[in-house]
């Protein structure tokens, strides 16, 4: 994870209230992607997570989208979005998202009963969106394989208890740099 942890050490750092927030390509778009750092984020994901029978790639919108969509086309898993936008369609589950800096009623669709499916998304650092969607997920009474964040922000209340998030690296940020505490991520 060379060019992740490059790219993290440069990251601009910005504050919302008390909350230390780095500002990421994977996270925020910005700066734009470089595509090496996609497929090295990609290929982590690929060898950390349990993909054995595996029936779907669920990931919130926005962020996990891309880390997503590169995962589901390297292995054929199709890709369910979670996205913040009510349709109303059949079979449509509601959950409600308290991170850290917001909060956030969202949607899925496409999940049912039985499915095994693998969690995706960019940052876990208060693990709000990632517990709204695993109780969403143990609802439906979909078998949650495998849960993987690309990065873990540590210092926050980001322990899942059900379930152990795998991470590609772990940061924190401290006087205003972000710090590579864990080069190798969690599991």
Known sequence: MDLLARSLREAPIIE???????????SDGVPMLDPKLLREITIGIIRKAELEGVDKIVTPAAMGIHISTAVSLMTDIPLVVIRKRQYGLDGEVNLSQVTGYSE???YM???YEGDRVLLL?????????????????????????DIVAVIK??????EMDEYPVKT???????DG????TDEQGDG
């Open 16 to 26: 919302k209230g008390d909350y230390h927030y780095f500002v990421h390509p994977i």
């Open 104 to 106: 956030n009623e969202m």
């Open 109 to 111: 669709n496409d999940v």
């Open 121 to 145: 998304d960019d940052v876990l650092s208060t693990g709000g969106t990632l517990r709204a969607i695993t109780e969403a997920l143990g609802e439906t009474g979909a078998d949650v394989a």
């Open 153 to 158: 922000k540590d210092g926050g209340s980001n």
């Open 168 to 174: 590609l690296i772990n940061v924190d940020v401290v």
């Open 177 to 180: 740099e972000v710090v590579i």
